[in-house]
Nanobody, 114 residues
Framework: QVQLVESGGGLVQAGGSLRLSCAAS????????MGWYRQAPGKQREPVAAISIGGSTNYTDSVKGRFTISRDNAKNMVYLQMNSLKPEDTAVYYC????????WGQGTQVTVSS
């Protein structure tokens, strides 16, 4: 069973930056699409960013130009660089293997203060 572990969340002021990391327990990052989701209090979990096997990326409109998804195949890591953070980015962020039954990580809290 593949496990995903996120890290890098925290409290940051609006306009600041954070980099989230997702560590995979097995060599899956290079051979599967990977993604980041987030869930704010009282809201449904939503997709934030995705990266394909070939390296193509997609972002939800609200983070385009501010967030960047990347991966390091050798380290089995996926990253989410978040710049120009806004209070509305406050949420628990989850890493996911983008296959039909791909696992979720446990999540990491990001809080952006105004």
């Amino acid at each position: 069973q593949v496990q995903l572990v996120e890290s890098g969340g925290g409290l940051v002021q609006a306009g600041g930056s954070l980099r989230l990391s997702c560590a995979a327990s097995r060599n899956i990052v290079s051979i599967n699409p990977m993604g980041w989701y987030r869930q704010a209090p009282g809201k449904q979990r939503e997709p934030v960013a995705a990266i394909s096997i070939g390296g193509s990326t997609n972002y939800t409109d609200s983070v385009k130009g501010r967030f960047t998804i990347s991966r390091d195949n050798a380290k089995n890591m996926v990253y989410l660089q978040m710049n120009s953070l806004k209070p509305e980015d406050t949420a628990v962020y989850y890493c996911k293997l983008l296959t039909p039954r791909g696992p979720w990580g446990q999540g990491t809290q990001v809080t952006v203060s105004s």
